[in-house]
Structure formats: structure tokens, C-alpha cells
């Protein structure tokens, strides 16, 4: 099995010669730190981000599937729950064919190999072996016209069992519930940190991220404590370190807990920019391409970048958005609408001057990351459904002179440009989000 690349950390903004050897060396010492976190999904299967998406801009996280390499959506059957192992064989395999692992894959974390006949080895998810559908997947949609308070108050939308999501009675879209199988303090919460790359620690009432410290590390006045409760007890791999000022910590796997003042909003992970030798607290780590560095640059940061200094973009429909498109979570693709787009959106002419991120050959999709397929049979990546592309007008690290870019499309009269990809066609959505007049590009958002 190939080894996976580590994600990379960049510098500020300093030449461009100084970021490439930067970028390198941070990115082994970020490998030799995280070797022992596993990965948050084996090579093959990725992580989509299910959406509420009401009549306006707006759209809502509301949980997270399972799909395979290309990201079509994996399933659970109720009744492996009642035999402890598969129970869909014979024409029910036909119907569900189980989702089979490489024969070099490993177990690691939640992920575990279910025997089935003739030695082939079926993945499982949290001990539920998992299959593909070989009809046609439910869209997960609510039925045309739904306004957004019926959206908002439909519990089905929360149920990956739901009839939206489910093609067959007894069958599940397979959600990727890291939290159900840690335990953890409480004030501590885990979720999904995507500057730190990875699945970690949060406090569970600010939202600030949660770093992890050897025991010798002198730390500034900056670093504050996770403090343990004076009655509190060891629990999972969490224990409790004493003090010098007669406080109690927590740590997780004999690293100290603390979190950075320089975090100033849920999500940040400025602490791991700014004292080498602290990672975020990570229980999953996610795959992230080679080519692909994070940078924190002055007045700009953190921003995707290539290896070589190019900030990374993405490519959607028009869709009406008011204000705030460049507040920290002010702009967001919903999975399925960049989906739509995908490779057609930017074609001939397009990539002279928005150069899509190449994908090696022997790229496999894995966690965010996807491998899409051009027209012309090259390989681009693309991060949550997104394909992405560098500017060609972008010299210096820090330039983004790409975002915020509007691209109107009347159509052509040789039909390379399709109308129907600009504005799509989403039922029970407003007309805004119906029609509009071409494409929208925008800087790879870590936020959404």
C-alpha cells in the first residue's frame, strides 16, 4: 500500500525559495509528531459533509457519511447487528455488494476487516460491516417545495436511516461518529479541526482548540491549562498530572492539555503556528495531498497552498449570498452543489488561466480528498467535492489575486458551456438559487 502523505505546515510571507525548504522541513517534524494518530478513514473511503440547504444562501452541517473513492455513499444493514457479522449474502449481496478492502488493508482505530467467503475481507465501520447499493442512491432531499422552517424542524434530516437516505427498510447511510467511541472528560468535546487536519479536542463550551505538550515543555503565559476538576478521575486515555501551584491537568496519552489565548474563534489553530513542538490534541489524523501546503501568511492566513507558493481555489454556480463572504465562516460550497459542477465548470480556454491541481497517478482518494477525472483523462484533486485550481496571475506566496472572481455565462453557441451547470436545478430551492449567471471563485475555504 502507498504511504500517505503528511500535511504540511508553511511559513509567513518570506520568499518564495525560503517557503518551499520550510514547508519541507516542517512537514517531517509534523510526520515524526503525529505517527502514532491514526488516519480518520483507510485509503478509498472519504467523508462528505451532509447539508441543510434552506431557500436562501444558507446551508446547515448536520452530520457526516461514509462513501467510497468516489464518494458515492456506504451502507449498513440493521440486521449484521443482530448476527455480529454480515448477514446480506446470496441475492442480497447483489442488491448491497459489501464494500471489500485491498488485500494489503489493515485494521486500525474504528476501521476493522469482516471474513467473508473465499477469503475476500469486507471493511467495517465501529463493528458495522459496510456495502455499497447497486440502484440508483437516494439524493438525501427533501421533497420539492419544503420551506426552510419544514427543512428546519424535519427530523429526517438527522436520521441517516431515513427514508431520504435510505434505499431499503433496514438499511442506514453509514455515519462517521468518531465520538461514539471515545470517551472523554467532561468540558471535553471532539470534532472536526480542518487547519489542524484532523479529528481533536475542543473545549466544550468555547470551541477552542486543545493542544498537547510534553510534560518538559516551558510553556509562556499564552498556554492555559485544561484543568482538571479537584474531584475528577483518570477516564479513557485521559489522566490527571498535579501542578506546582497545586492545580490538576488533564492530559491524554501523557501529553499535557492546554489551549492558546491566540485562538480567538472555534476552529482557530494559531497555537500550532506559533511555538514549535505543540500539535493539536488529535485522536484522527485526515490524508492530505503532497502538494498541498497550509500557510499562515500576515493579514491573510491560515490559506491552502501548492508546495510552490500558489493559493488554491474553488470553482461553484452562482448563488445568491448576501454579505460576509469573506468573514471566517462567511462562505461555504454545499457538497452536492460543488458536486455538480465539478471538472465542466472550467474547460479549453478556462485552465489557461486557472490551472487545476494536478493529481498523480497512483492518487487515491481518502477522508476530504477526492480524485476527479478531467475530459481530457489527467486527474485533478479536488478537497470536499470541490476541484481545485491555482490563478495563473498569482506570483508571490500570499497573492490572491483569483478570489472573489465573477465569471458570467450567456452560453455559446457551440454548446461547451452548459447553462445547467452554472445554475443547477435544486428542487424546493428559491429561484435565486435556480438561476444565475455563471461562476464564482472563491479561495479552498478550511472553515467549512
Not at 88 to 93: K, L, M, P, R, V
Not at 327 to 337: E, H, V
Amino acid at each position: 500500500m502507498k504511504k500517505r502523505a503528511e500535511l504540511s505546515y508553511g511559513p509567513g510571507a518570506i520568499g518564495l525559495t525560503a517557503v518551499i525548504a520550510l514547508a519541507a522541513s516542517m512537514a517531517g517534524y509534523a510526520g515524526r509528531a503525529s505517527d502514532s494518530v491514526p488516519y480518520s478513514t483507510p485509503e478509498g473511503i472519504t467523508l462528505i459533509d451532509v447539508t441543510k440547504i434552506y431557500d436562501s444562501s444558507t446551508d446547515q452541517f448536520m452530520w457526516r457519511r461514509l462513501g467510497d473513492e468516489n464518494a458515492k455513499p456506504l451502507y449498513t444493514f440493521d440486521q449484521d447487528m443482530k448476527s455480529g457479522k454480515s448477514a446480506c449474502t446470496d441475492e442480497c449481496a447483489k442488491e448491497f455488494p459489501p464494500f471489500v478492502a485491498d488485500k494489503q488493508a489493515k485494521p486500525s482505530g474504528d476501521w476493522s476487516l469482516v471474513s467473508r467467503d473465499k477469503g475476500v475481507k469486507q471493511w467495517a465501520y465501529q463493528g458495522k460491516p459496510l456495502y455499497r447499493y447497486s440502484g440508483e442512491d437516494p439524493d438525501g432531499a427533501p421533497v420539492a417545495g419544503s420551506t426552510a422552517t419544514a427543512v428546519a424542524e424535519n427530523p429526517e434530516w438527522r436520521d441517516p436511516g431515513s427514508k431520504i437516505y435510505s434505499p431499503k427498510t433496514g438499511w442506514k447511510r453509514a455515519a462517521f461518529t468518531p465520538e461514539k467511541t471515545m470517551t472523554v472528560p467532561s468540558g471535553i468535546a471532539l470534532q472536526s479541526l480542518a487547519i489542524a487536519n484532523g479529528f481533536g479536542f475542543v473545549d466544550a463550551m468555547t470551541g477552542r482548540t486543545i493542544y498537547a505538550a510534553p510534560a518538559s515543555k516551558k510553556l509562556s503565559s499564552d498556554w492555559m491549562p485544561v484543568y482538571a476538576p479537584g474531584l475528577g478521575l483518570p477516564v479513557g486515555d485521559f489522566s490527571i498530572v498535579g501542578r506546582a501551584d497545586g492545580t490538576r491537568q488533564w492530559a491524554y496519552r501523557k501529553q499535557n492539555l492546554y489551549t492558546f489565548r491566540g485562538d480567538y474563534s472555534a476552529g482557530d489553530a494559531s497555537g500550532m503556528f506559533g511555538e514549535k513542538g505543540l500539535q493539536a490534541a488529535l485522536v484522527y489524523r485526515n490524508f492530505h495531498p503532497s502538494n498541498i501546503v497550509i500557510n499562515v501568511l500576515p493579514g491573510r492566513g491560515p490559506l491552502m497552498m501548492t508546495a510552490d507558493g500558489k493559493s488554491v481555489y474553488t470553482q461553484a454556480r452562482y448563488n445568491l449570498q448576501y454579505g460576509g463572504r469573506e468573514t471566517r465562516t462567511g462562505y461555504s460550497i454545499p457538497y452536492n452543489f460543488a458536486k455538480a459542477v465539478g471538472t465542466r465548470g472550467c474547460v479549453d480556454e478556462c485552465t489557461q488561466r486557472w490551472i487545476p491541481v494536478a493529481a498523480p497517478n497512483d492518487s487515491q482518494a481518502s477522508g476530504f480528498w477526492e480524485v476527479a477525472m478531467r475530459a481530457d483523462g489527467t486527474r485533478q484533486w479536488a478537497y470536499k467535492g470541490s476541484p481545485l485550481y491555482t490563478y495563473v496571475d498569482d506570483k508571490e506566496p500570499g497573492d490572491i489575486g483569483g478570489n472573489n472572481r465573477h465569471v458570467i455565462v450567456y452560453g455559446d453557441p457551440e454548446g461547451k458551456v452548459s447553462l445547467a451547470v452554472t445554475a443547477g436545478n435544486n428542487a424546493g430551492a428559491s429561484r435565486a438559487m435556480q438561476a444565475g449567471s455563471g461562476f464564482y471563485w472563491h479561495l479552498a475555504s478550511l472553515f467549512y
